[in-house]
């Protein structure tokens, strides 16, 4: 099936570290979104990025998108056990509303 | 805040019988999607509807999965026969033009 790379599959941090995740596209992306979903969960909607190099900060995760709006990143600052799940990408094309989501970065959060 | 609606939540079938999903967006939506997400993966996309119109079924497998959205609003996702390489969760998601997608719970299904 058609799926996006994201990178690192998996993460686990001490809780107070810092984590980020990575997504990439071989072709430029009309916008990118980003998903959190706990175990046992269905995807939850963070965030829209539109414009190219466009940051935008969520108390203490910031999301990024590329200049050539083909990659993207997420990244959690001080990470907290609330934060544990799945992030993933999901990629829009050009003319289309196609929704491709990302393999996913499992992140586990010790206390 | 408006949810989409989908049943049944968990399926129990064995192989070779029919198995069907149900789906309702939230109202207004004008786009549906169907996700397969097998434990551990992210959601691979199935079919994609505007409307009552299929615009992508790609990677839908036509010889034993079918899926409709008769009226443009409420939407079935049918298996037949089910194979066990088909047990995993199918999400169902909808989306006004351009804007974030909204998933509901999900039906588990286990092929035995």
């Known amino acids: 099936g058609q799926q996006v790379m994201q990178i690192p599959q998996y993460q686990h941090v001490q809780e107070g570290e810092d984590f980020t995740t990575y997504c990439n596209s071989s072709?430029?992306?009309?916008?990118i979104q980003w998903y959190k979903q706990r175990p046992g969960g269905h995807p939850v909607f963070l965030i829209q990025l539109v414009k190219s190099g466009e940051v935008k900060k969520q108390k203490r995760l910031t999301f990024q998108f590329g200049e050539a709006k083909k990659n993207s990143s997420l990244h959690i600052t001080a990470t907290q056990t609330t934060d544990v799940g799945t992030y993933f990408c999901?990629?829009?094309?050009?003319?289309?509303?196609?929704?491709?989501f990302g393999t996913g970065t499992r992140l586990q959060v010790f206390p | 805040e408006a949810e989409v609606a989908q049943s049944p939540r968990y399926k129990i079938t064995e192989k070779s019988q029919a198995v069907a999903f149900w789906c309702d967006p939230i109202s207004g939506h004008a786009t549906l999607y169907w996700y397969r997400q097998i434990l551990g993966q992210g959601p691979e996309l199935l079919v994609q509807f505007q409307d009552e119109s299929v615009v992508d079924d790609s990677q839908l497998p036509k010889d034993r999965f079918s899926a409709e959205r008769l009226k443009g609003v409420d939407s079935t996702l049918k298996i037949q026969p089910a194979e066990l390489g088909d047990s995993a969760m199918y999400l169902c998601?909808?989306?006004?033009?351009?804007?974030?997608?909204?998933f509901g719970q999900g039906t588990r299904l286990t092929v035995v």
């Open positions: 998601a909808s989306r006004p033009r351009q804007g974030r997608a909204f």
């Open positions: 072709t430029t992306l009309s916008n």
């Open positions: 999901a990629q829009e094309s050009y003319n289309t509303d196609k929704l491709i």
